[in-house]
T-cell receptor, first 111, second 113 residues
Framework: QKEVEQNSGPLSVPEGAIASLNCTYS??????FFWYRQYSGKSPELIMF????GDKEDGRFTAQLNKASQYVSLLIRDSQPSDSATYLC???????????FGAGTRLTVKP | KAGVTQTPRYLIKTRGQQVTLSCSPI?????VSWYQQTPGQGLQFLFE???????NKGNFPGRFSGRQFSNSRSEMNVSTLELGDSALYLC????????????FGPGTRLTVL
């Protein structure tokens, strides 16, 4: 069983819509959670991190964490074609000192 | 602050050769993690170094090795290259722990012919 799971997509939304990306993790010891965006041929770049249950907003992005359900999500409001990329979810475990990445969800925003 | 740098950016090798990749972390960051990324397997963790010590290792054969220097710069080496080693090799640095925010370098694209 993969430790961090994401729907591989592709997820397609029209420009201006809300894109919802989801991620589940199996290690209850995970304490830090991250969303990275990766454009084709480029390296992952950090979008947001979240440590506590609830929502965290940064501009058009909102990360949501529910530790009881072992679920992390990323909402992108007012989606733009430039948001088209693969989004990687990651969970960090301090006890094991490691970070596990999901396989990524490919998002396409259509003009 | 300057970001994570990796050299070289592109590399073409033939089967059986060996290769060394270099990573310079963000200034002040002491943890360096290495990943292999392929279209089919996603991001696979190779190893993590902190203060010149390997703290964690992924499930890769012994042909993959690494080291870290006193200035936190890190190298990884792949010996006896195989076609399946063709991938994007990424390094990421974090201030102290691998579970903290990791910042990625641009990667080294390795092609094995």
């Amino acid at each position: 069983q993969k430790e961090v799971e994401q729907n591989s997509g592709p997820l397609s939304v029209p420009e201006g819509a809300i894109a919802s990306l989801n991620c589940t993790y199996s290690d209850r010891g995970s304490q830090s959670f991250f969303w990275y965006r990766q454009y084709s041929g480029k390296s992952p770049e950090l979008i947001m991190f979240i440590y506590s249950n609830g929502d965290k907003e940064d501009g058009r992005f909102t990360a949501q964490l529910n530790k009881a359900s072992q679920y992390v999500s990323l909402l992108i409001r007012d989606s733009q074609p430039s948001d088209s990329a693969t989004y990687l979810c990651a969970g960090g475990t301090y006890n094991n000192n490691d970070m596990r990445f999901g396989a990524g969800t490919r998002l396409t925003v259509k003009p | 602050k300057a970001g994570v740098t990796q050299t070289p950016r592109y590399l073409i090798k033939t089967r059986g050769q060996q290769v060394t990749l270099s990573c310079s972390p963000i200034s002040g960051h002491r943890s360096v993690s290495w990943y292999q990324q392929t279209p089919g397997q996603g991001l696979q963790f190779l190893f993590e170094y902190f203060s010149e010590t390997q703290r964690n290792k992924g499930n890769f054969p012994g042909r993959f090795s690494g080291r870290q220097f006193s200035n936190s710069r890190s190298e990884m080496n792949v010996s006896t290259l195989e076609l399946g080693d063709s991938a994007l090799y990424l390094c990421a640095s974090s201030p102290g722990r691998a579970a903290d925010t990791q910042y990625f370098g641009p990667g080294t694209r390795l092609t094995v012919l």
